[in-house]
């Protein structure tokens, strides 16, 4: 023990960055990941927890924009100052760890390997506010499948996973873009492999900060941000910039024709529009979702919706290979997805995904919540992404020098319970327990046989351990518990053979509201015999129970 | 990604002591966790995740037997090199954060505080097998109670929560200790508190190892060990080692002579058996637990033995007010127990139990198995310890200077899972998925539409995402996923509106036992309908599930 004259307190503080989780942040988030784990076992994904500690060899550094010291991991050197050994690593992600266990048990695995995993990992970076340094994640990836059926499952799986814990239908959206078509467009224009595509990239990235115009901006010259400090541009020219950004914005372009045409009845189509016309010579020729002698419905938008945007993509990558088989990849999504029941309403095809890691080779995805929330300064905003993923065809090539195709995604679990929780899906505490109060010390014996009782008929109950001396301190602890029963026998219902049974709800809403003319007709505190003491406080918990609904 | 030609390639493996977990080893965790978890809660204990990293100086150190580098914890310094910060560790128990997290949010937190933890810890020891520097822990604690109610609170839930999970009564026994009593005992003998106390305490903690005449050496002059060398004694003379020995054997003591008297009527006891003395007067003493006119049935023994215990640590403590305050708190945890039907066939005091750390102040308990298993050379030991803890009364204080009662207890998580493996209380494997097989590559669509049907329906189901082309390898791979069906839907079965269904475990039986006669009775492939696929698919899971009973 510290002898605090001889030494200095020790700090009583999480580390810069890091944060403790109270009560009902646990359970929650425990019950969350159960029913996720749930959705990605019916799949057939079988759960994997591997090592939190990786050697930064294995790692690998695919953190992007990482300028700080160890490379945003938390990392040291094995054994003593005379005799050191590998750098160790807390792991940054559930991706790069599952290439090396993929790699180490091959053997052992079946082909394809399909798994989920989840639990927190650690990054090095500046924390910010409710920006942390440790955080959860949940990720489910099948390798070893080149398949576009594992993107799809990967996509169908995400969205009954947000309806699973509880995103109703409409409130989400799963967004899938392919890497190889932007490749295919910037071979069209003539932009050649290497840095400057990589400029591309992270311009279409911003999209969402700064606008159609900002990206034109970015993409040719540059611009003045809004800090004032001018920003150099990739410098497209403008021939060439343009099918870059009709790529991005060819989701955005087909959901406002199809709004447009949904207005119309067939008949009022003008089929030579030319602002209509890629879409509605694409509507013409295809038989998939569109219902002749009606006008465009609903449904009938949603089932075109993703054709539209491939038709879009396929004139931008023009005779471009890897173009078109990004496009291809994409159609054959669609397919299986439409094919299982999921239409453009639940996952759609959205060029302006593009997914931060560098590691990504084919199609990329992102689950976006479509609802609106205030945002710190009082703005309306959706509530954004809350997971994402996509196809990593070389990651477990870094280790045994054969290519393994792999593709998965990540849940951002903090903010997808921070979402649960906007839309008043989950609630604030969990139930507290019942308290036996202690009236009398030296009946403790007494408590606790009550106590035992009352847990063994499946209730949360407590008996109060701290100083029973000021009753009032106990009934402001169970208030504290958020505890919705007291129990009280001091000396004189003991000897008649009773308890008194407090309903700490209903007092409190009476505290709150009632006059006193209701307060005698709803008494909070009931007298009765010892020996109904479980029936009485289920009773009451079943109306408190009740109430709530 | 790395070139292979320029750059070797990473290492493919966990670093040493580390390993990864798959499959049912994670699902069979997390659900005994969420037993475990069940059970905390219904006891009104609140879940905490503190922070996996600490600065070293909050984390202390209590690690026993730390003669490594960093003191036993994965440790690192904050920061670039010329702008170094704190030093943060791993945590190594759940314990020394809790005392943080208290200190810490003391003011938020309601007083007492039961709360529970579960997750992993990181020790910084050699590692070797089954020894791992990652490992799980899950704990309960009571912090800011000195009531020994809060201590029999945690032995009756450990009873409670080891049945939850599924280990019988009579297969487990929570042993209870109180520091206090052995340093009564080393004041009558007249041993000065130190180094000393801390070599006896050592010493018993070696009794399961060297047995009683090898603790009767070392408490003296010190004795030879297995491997020739010879180790030093305590130096206590025999008439101050001898109180220790039999302050250490008390229980195994009252276990043998109440042995001796189960197997007497009152009527054969001769009161005045030198050998039985201080049992019988402490019986004939005693009104509890004796039963008039029978002799001493087992259930009588049961509520005897720990009474009879704590009469002959009475004895050996004298007039020490240390250590008859350590029999007094031992009495108050049997009393509070007893009131609650917890007798000595679940929770025993057991002298012999000492738990390494350091910081205990009180009462100690440890939950061991009593089923005996094979050892790795094939002898027959009882399985042993799985949890542990006790009282620890200072370790809030090194951060506020103010004493803040504590108790609580820890999980082996692993070694619990172990247990109820070797007990066959968990199966060595999840259930796989329903497989559907790929028979013609082109319509994917239609075999997503049936994975979806089944999912749906509630049933784990995959469609077979490898390279389709050779059909025994679907087999092979629903064989490892230990599939118990396999759909088959060729061309020709398309055409007539059928599906294969194949029970893979009825044919894998098949395949290993029964004659070509019985196999033509019972066939393990059937042809149903399409639209039946469901109905019988469910229909031979039930029966596989009914078969498994």
Not at 336 to 363: F, H, K, M, N
Not at 386 to 408: I, N, S
């Amino acid at each position: 023990m510290a002898k605090p004259k001889k030494q200095p307190r020790p700090k009583a503080e999480t580390p810069k960055g890091f944060r403790d989780y109270f009560g009902a942040e646990v359970t929650q988030r425990t019950e969350m990941l159960r029913q996720i784990a749930g959705v990605y076992h019916r799949y057939g994904f079988d759960a994997l927890e591997s090592s939190a500690v990786e050697t930064v060899e294995a790692l690998g550094k695919f953190l992007p924009d990482v300028d700080r010291p160890n490379e945003g991991v938390f990392a040291w050197q094995e054994g003593a100052e005379e005799d050191k050994g590998d750098w160790l690593a807390l792991r940054y992600d559930l991706t790069a760890p599952l290439a090396r266990v993929y790699a180490q048990h091959r053997n052992d695995l079946p082909t394809p390997y399909r798994r989920y995993a989840m639990g927190p990992v650690w990054r090095n970076e500046k924390p910010g506010p409710g920006r942390y340094r440790q955080f959860y994640q949940c990720d489910a990836d099948t390798v070893g499948s080149g398949s576009m059926a594992a993107d799809a499952e990967i996509c169908a799986m995400l969205a009954d996973t947000l309806e699973a814990v509880g995103m109703p239908r409409g409130d989400y959206l799963i967004r899938v873009n392919n890497r190889k078509v932007l490749n295919g467009v910037l071979e069209v224009i003539g932009l050649p492999e290497g840095e400057d595509r990589a400029a591309v990239l992270r311009t279409i990235d911003k999209f969402d900060k700064v606008g159609e115009a900002g990206v034109r901006e970015l993409l040719g010259k540059g611009r003045l941000d809004a800090s004032g400090a001018y920003i150099d541009g990739v410098g497209l020219a403008p021939e060439q910039a343009e099918p870059v950004v009709q790529f991005l914005l060819a989701g955005k372009t087909v959901d406002e024709k199809l709004d447009t045409l949904g207005q119309k009845t067939l008949g009022e189509i003008d089929p030579d529009d030319p602002e209509l016309h890629s879409i509605i010579s694409m509507i013409l020729a295809s038989k998939r979702g569109y219902r002749a002698g009606s006008g465009l419905d609903v449904s009938a938008s949603n089932a075109l919706r993703n054709a539209a945007t491939l038709h879009v993509l396929r004139e931008l990558v023009c005779n471009s290979v890897v173009g078109s088989e990004g496009v291809n990849e994409l159609e054959e999504i669609v397919v299986l997805l439409e094919a299982q029941g999921y239409d453009s309403s639940r996952i759609v095809i959205d060029p302006s995904v593009v997914r931060g890691l560098g590691y990504y080779t084919g199609p990329v995805y992102e689950a976006e919540l479509t609802f609106e929330i205030f945002d710190e300064k009082g703005r309306k905003r959706q509530f954004g992404s809350v997971a994402g993923g996509g196809r990593y065809d070389d990651l477990v090539k870094r280790f045994t020098g054969q290519a393994v195709p792999a593709t998965g995604i990540s849940i951002g679990v903090d903010r997808l319970l921070a979402a649960l929780r906007e839309k008043g899906r989950i609630t604030a505490h969990d139930q507290g327990p019942v308290v036996v109060t202690v009236m009398d010390r030296d009946r403790m014996a007494d408590y606790q046989a009550m106590v035992a009782e009352l847990r063994n008929a499946g209730i949360r109950a407590e008996v109060y351990l701290g100083n029973p001396k000021n009753f009032g301190n106990q009934l402001k602890y169970a208030d504290r518990r958020h505890s919705p029963v007291a129990v009280i026998e001091g000396g004189d219902e003991k000897e008649r053979g009773v308890v008194q049974i407090k309903d700490l709800i209903l007092g409190a809403q009476i505290a709150e509201s009632a006059t006193l003319e209701e307060w005698k007709e709803r008494p909070s505190q009931f007298e009765v015999p010892r020996t109904d003491l479980i029936a009485k406080v289920r009773e009451i918990l079943d109306a408190q129970a009740g109430g709530q609904d």
